[in-house]
């Protein structure tokens, strides 16, 4: 099957009793036995419940992966990957991430006795001359949240594996999704999604997901799952199916979008810096040409007026861009990460790497891209 039939049938049989073509919510807990341990597959929905085993084939095929796992929220699903490891581990992770991610890492990890080193990723040098005896775990995000920036995925990989073959490597595919980029066949051991975002792709929802391509490690994974309990929902899980079907469609027009708003962002007089993967002037716009199938629809820029006032005059005038977090939906959005997302690093570290209050934060719906220009424009304009 290719990628975009995949979406809609991947892992998907009809519902057996009535041939029902979506999946029933299941809502139950527990499932009926016949004999002590003698049941159908299901018996106490923590474990596995049908609606979520649905998505799971559905996630599973989508990343080329062989297993998948539903988790209650995108954060739940970096916790189950951080407790296959044990205390004095260390993980290699990007310097510039998810806010969340990093508050989870520094402030809760750390006290279980995890160390964590952040670099620049867009040099694969710096990964490898970061690896010691006790690194456990490399940790991609690609492109990154804010500032997206590009790391190697199958360089990184190949070097890290030929370093420690034992070393994991995950990465969060959020901003991508795999209908630009599949870190499984790129030689990762795990991908993890927000699927609160593009694969859910409506705002609808709050969920995570895990992809792996390994029997042992999916084993692991689903241990944590179960046992940890950070489940993904029946009705949560239903709305995901529904949701990705399209994901194939949204991505080519959020692609479409986003490359249209970075060009008028890059040329317009009262815009400074624009960084966004599929520009020219992006310094790895190489390796993203490469590595993805196309960009994405995630813009971030700077106002050539880089004050505070400027900048909110912005944030408070666009009309169609909603101020709010997140990302990935359908509809437009704009965010602030320093007083949002990335509120919760610390601002030495975010000023090392630019992350400055100017910094703004797109991203592009697939509503009429003239629209959004004429949207835009007003609010630089305001
Ligand atoms: C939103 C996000 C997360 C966290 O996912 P939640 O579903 O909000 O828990 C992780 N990584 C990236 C890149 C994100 O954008």
């Known amino acids: 099957m290719k990628f975009n039939t995949k979406t809609i049938h991947g892992g998907q049989k009809h519902e057996e009793t009535t041939g029902s073509v979506m999946p029933p919510v299941f809502l139950t807990s527990t499932f009926a036995q016949s004999s002590p341990g003698q049941h159908k597959g299901y018996a106490y929905a923590r474990g596995t419940n049908p609606t979520r085993t649905a998505l799971e084939a559905n996630f599973a095929a989508l990343e080329n992966g062989t297993h998948a796992f539903a988790f209650a929220s995108g954060m739940a699903a970096i916790d189950a990957v951080l407790r ?70 199958h360089k990184i990989t190949t070097n890290v594996k030929e370093e420690n073959s034992e070393i994991l490597i995950a990465v969060d595919n959020t901003f991508a999704t795999p209908y630009l980029q599949k870190p499984l066949d790129l030689g990762a051991d795990i991908v993890m999604h927000s699927a609160t975002k593009y694969l859910g792709g409506h705002s609808d929802l709050v969920m995570g997901a895990l992809m792996v391509k390994e029997e042992t490690l999916a084993k692991e994974i689903h241990f944590i799952q179960f046992a940890a309990g950070a489940i993904a929902g029946p009705m949560d899980s239903f709305l995901a199916l529904r949701g990705v079907k399209t994901l194939h469609v949204r991505m080519q027009r959020h692609c479409e979008n986003g490359l249209k708003v970075a060009r008028f962002l890059e040329t317009h007089s009262k ?112």
């Open 84 to 153: 296959l490891l044990k205390p004095g581990d260390e993980v290699i992770a990007g310097d510039d991430l998810y806010g969340g991610t990093y508050r989870m890492f520094t402030q809760l990890f750390q006290k279980y006795g995890l160390e964590f080193s952040f670099v620049n990723m867009n040099k694969v040098a710096n990964v490898t001359n970061a690896i010691t005896s006790k690194t456990k775990l490399v940790w991609i995000e690609t492109p990154t949240n804010p500032l997206m920036k590009i790391a190697n995925i």
């Open 271 to 382: 815009v400074g810096k624009v960084y966004y993967p599929g520009l020219k002037s992006h310094e790895s716009y190489e390796i993203a040409k490469k590595q993805m199938t196309a960009f994405g629809g995630m813009v971030s820029f700077k106002l050539k007026d880089e004050s505070k006032e400027a900048t909110f005059s912005f944030l408070e005038s666009t009309k169609l861009f909603t101020l709010a977090e997140s990302l990935g939906g359908v509809e437009s959005l704009v965010n602030h990460p320093v007083t949002m997302s990335h509120g919760s690093i610390p601002e030495e570290e975010r000023l090392k790497i630019g992350i400055t209050e100017s910094l703004i934060r797109l991203s592009v719906g697939i509503e009429d891209v003239e629209d959004l220009l004429a949207d835009l424009e007003q609010a630089l304009n305001a």
